[in-house]
């Protein structure tokens, strides 16, 4: 009866283990599929320039432009319907959403390189040396089981134009 007992326990921790190896690798995979489909999209979205300014030797980001080709980045690296929700059988269960974007360009008067940007409201902090496009998406972790932590991650990407 002992060595029975002392087996299922041991199956037990097995599964246990095996479940939770599963749910790491789950959620590090979420992790870097997202970051990759941020680098992305933010480089996509610091091409959108005026071309006019570009010949002046001042890079001035369109800004309804850089939204939309950030979000279409998203959609290809991340497999999004048009709406903006995953395909079924996907990583992610539920649509990724935009909680902040900001530019930082020639066309700020105040700005001058290198910039220190700081926004303690959306805990980001980082020295620019050049026009930057900075977003930050909030994405809902897949749950493999019971255990998993459910919630939000929060993901910034900051894509810049060094001036060196």
Do not use: C, W
Not at 60 to 81: D, H, M
Request: hydrophobic share 40%.
């Amino acid at each position: 009866m002992n060595r029975a007992l002392l087996l299922m326990f041991v199956i037990l921790m097995f599964l246990y283990t095996t479940g939770f190896q599963a749910d790491r690798f789950v959620t590090s995979t979420t992790h870097n599929r997202l970051k990759f489909a941020l680098n992305h999209g933010a480089h996509d979205a610091a091409l959108q320039v005026v071309k006019s300014r570009l010949a002046e030797g001042q890079i001035v980001f369109e800004r309804g432009l850089a939204r939309k080709a950030f979000e279409a980045g998203l959609k290809a690296n991340l497999q999004l319907n048009e709406d903006g929700t995953p395909y079924a059988r996907t990583l992610l269960q539920a649509a990724p959403v935009i909680v902040f974007e900001d530019y930082v360009d020639d066309d700020m008067p105040e700005v001058t390189f290198p910039y220190n940007y700081v926004r303690t409201d959306q805990r980001i902090s980082k020295t620019l040396k050049g026009p930057a496009v900075i977003f930050k998406v909030k994405v809902k972790l897949p749950r493999t089981n019971g255990f998993s932590y459910e919630g939000d991650v929060y993901k910034t990407v900051i894509y810049e134009y060094p001036l060196d």
